[in-house]
């Protein structure tokens, strides 16, 4: 039980262009989703908190109009990177936290490869 | 002090070898710890939880120090499999968030 899905699994595109990326929970309802970014070598950053029917929460740096979030039902959110440039590249990667029975636990997607040219 | 701080190794051990890795905190109100394991361009993967008695799920042993704020995750009889990043998380403050460490790699070879 516990499984997150994201798709794409990878994406390239142009510069400019815009590009969304979806994490579902599959088995369970997800009362709360993060999404994260990481790049090479680095620590998994938090970008933002999304709980269903409300606004996300960003983390200080994150731009909330370049990041839109979504988190319209329990089982999905959305993230949607706007006019994306080369500096976006960057591994994203949703999780879901929810009525699995491990407190604070947090189950992960698979991730979303962005590579912007 | 950042707010979660690892040795980043890599630890390079043989097959059958006990090995072990700390982590500090910085938030002393954190309530939840865990360690994660991430295989090369994957996602983070739930290893186990850390309670303050400690715990221990088959080679794989999880101290919490609460009065140092140091995690330890031992691993004994190292296999090629356990070859990975290990990532340290504590959630925040506000216990809304998990906060990650850089994570430590380990390299079994044979």
């Known amino acids: 039980g516990a499984v997150v899905s994201q798709h794409p699994s990878w994406v390239i595109c142009k510069s400019g262009t815009s590009v969304k990326i979806e994490c579902r929970s599959l088995d369970f309802q997800a009362t709360t989703m993060f999404w994260y970014r990481q790049f090479p070598k680095q620590s998994l950053m938090l970008m933002a908190t999304?709980?269903?029917?409300?606004?996300?929460?960003?983390e200080q740096g994150v731009e909330k109009d370049k990041f839109l979030i979504n988190h319209a039902s329990l089982t999905l959110s959305t993230l949607t990177v706007t006019s994306a440039h080369p500096e976006d590249s960057s591994f994203y990667i949703c999780s879901a936290e929810g009525e699995t029975g491990e407190r604070d636990t947090q189950y992960f997607g698979p991730g979303t490869r962005l590579t912007v040219l | 002090r950042k707010e979660v701080e690892q040795d980043p190794g890599p630890f390079n051990v043989p097959e059958g070898a006990t090995v072990a890795f700390n982590c500090t905190y910085s938030?002393?109100?954190?309530?939840?710890f865990f360690w994660y394991r991430q295989d090369c361009r994957k996602e983070p993967k739930l290893l186990m939880s850390?309670?303050?008695s400690g715990n221990e799920d088959g080679r794989f042993t999880a101290q919490l120090n609460r009065a140092s704020q140091y995690i330890s995750l031992l691993i004994r009889d190292s296999k090629l499999s356990d070859s990975a990043t290990y990532l340290c998380?504590?959630?925040?403050?506000?216990?809304?968030?998990?906060?990650f460490g850089k994570g430590t790699t380990l390299s079994v070879s044979s």
């Open positions: 850390v309670y303050s």
């Open positions: 938030n002393s109100a954190s309530q939840s």
């Open positions: 998380v504590v959630n925040n403050q506000a216990g809304t968030a998990l906060i």
């Open positions: 999304s709980n269903e029917g409300s606004k996300a929460t960003y």
